[in-house]
């Protein structure tokens, strides 16, 4: 079963950034 993690909103992140984010205590990349 995966778990879902609250990194942000999709504004947060800029088009075609790979930006760094925290998901359950784990760096994660959130691409958009």
């Known amino acids: ?3 879902w993690f609250d ?3 999709a504004d947060d992140f ?3 950034e790979v930006a760094p ?3 359950g205590g ?3 990349a ?3």
């Open 14 to 16: 800029a088009d075609g």
């Open 1 to 3: 079963m995966s778990d």
């Open 21 to 23: 984010a925290m998901a």
């Open 26 to 28: 784990q760096p994660v």
């Open 7 to 9: 990194v942000g909103n």
């Open 30 to 32: 959130v691409f958009r």
